[in-house]
């Protein structure tokens, strides 16, 4: 249904001396309502002085201004070309300074000038951002000044463009982007503990953590935290659907690569296998890290404890009213008593997870400084061996 809009314009007083035009047929046709759209030109041209608050003269003088600016632009040899958002970003010396060969621990999107974008970026933006920066650092304008023998960087440009422009090399590398794994191993539990003793203080310290989760959801929409006076169903509903979160993370683009120059078909299927055991032991570990977030989000949620207060005013109140039976209030004794044992096995169970968690931990670190150790100690036996075994030197 179309919308009615109303012209807030005065038709002026007719000028003195004026009369009307004889009519050449005998009768008037009656006025007729008509609807105007608020669409085409002239509207648009209406919403943009008022947005800029410009008369009819300002607005045609801003617009003439521009189209000869354009044309002047186009004479120049110039393209006007909108960036959709890409801008310049800085480079830091240590972006400049990366090594092509270690393209998997570099950062696609930094790379690229995408860092505020990230797995938001679109195609588009993607596209815009690689020709801005080979434009910057092409091999061909550093030889012009000078900077022949340095294509590092060039070189990383190029693969962060064909690992992003690819949707299947792109998700690989969303699922192990180093910004959310760093903000992933920031996450201190204490911390959020300490944030959370206000209610304010839970949403504005557990919301974006929940937000950034979201992304690897695979079911959509995905349950975002709410506000303080969500209702119960609501709050089960979030928990529900984080309890039995579905992440499509495969952690495949962290799988190491077969040696170079190898054929053998064992060595690939020994590779395989263990990328295979990685990817199924970081997934494991990923939705542990998840789990135990739940987890602390419900101990602290302010809306368990308010719902809780307010079945429990509502129970004294049938209790005042005595309109409860005996048999009616044994059972509820006896359903609080079983949510208060379910309640405190669930904070013990997620107390033993978190101390397995630190030990797995500890062990991992014992295990890798015990296998660093004899890899040093056998390259000191070999090269104590290359000693005793080099034949001895002629003397003049």
């Not at 039995?244 to 495969?250: A, E, L, P, Q, T």
Request: charged content about 35%.
């Amino acid at each position: 249904m179309a919308a009615v809009l109303t012209s807030p314009m005065e038709v002026p007083l007719s000028p003195a001396g004026w009369s009307p035009v004889p009519s050449t047929s005998r009768t008037i046709s009656v006025p007729k309502p008509r609807v105007l759209l608020p669409v085409g030109h002239g509207y648009y041209a209406h919403a943009r002085r008022t947005v800029h608050r410009r008369t009819l003269d300002q607005d045609l003088d801003e617009q003439e201004a521009e189209r000869l600016k354009n044309e002047s632009s186009k004479a120049n040899g110039l393209e006007i070309e909108d960036d959709l958002g890409v801008g310049d970003e800085p480079e830091s010396r240590d972006l400049l300074a990366l090594d092509a060969k270690e393209w998997k621990r570099q950062d696609h999107y930094a790379v690229l000038g995408l860092s505020k974008f990230r797995y938001a970026a679109t195609p588009d933006q993607i596209k815009i951002a690689h020709r801005k920066k080979v434009l910057k650092h092409h091999p061909d304008k550093k030889a012009g000044e000078g900077d022949s023998d340095n294509d590092q960087f060039f070189k990383c440009i190029q693969k962060a463009m064909e690992i992003l422009s690819n949707p299947e090399k792109r998700r690989q590398f969303d699922s192990v982007d180093p910004y959310y794994l760093q903000l992933e191993e920031d996450v201190d539990h204490n911390e959020l503990s300490k944030l959370s003793k206000t209610p304010e203080g839970f949403f504005k310290a557990f919301r974006p953590t929940f937000e950034r989760e979201a992304h690897f959801s695979k079911q959509t929409p995905v349950p975002l935290l709410g506000t303080l006076d969500d209702s119960k169903a609501q709050v089960e509903g979030f928990y529900n659907f984080w309890y039995n979160f579905d992440s499509w993370r495969s952690f495949e683009y962290l799988d190491k690569e077969v040696n170079e120059g190898s054929d053998s078909r064992d060595d690939k299927r020994y590779t395989e296998k263990k990328n295979r055991t990685e990817r199924a032991r970081r997934k494991k570990e990923d939705n542990t890290r998840l789990r135990s977030l739940v987890d602390l989000a419900l101990t602290l949620d302010p809306r368990i404890k308010r719902i809780k207060l307010e079945e429990k005013e509502a129970r004294d109140r049938k209790k005042s009213k005595g309109n409860i039976n005996p048999l009616a209030r044994k059972e509820d004794e006896e359903r609080l008593r079983r949510e208060a044992e379910a309640e405190a096995q669930a904070s013990a169970k997620a107390e033993v997870e978190a101390a397995e968690a630190v030990a797995r931990a500890e062990a991992k670190k014992a295990k890798q400084a015990a296998a660093n150790a004899a890899k040093k100690a056998r390259r000191v036996e070999r090269a104590a061996a290359n000693i005793m075994n080099a034949p001895p030197t002629s003397r003049d």
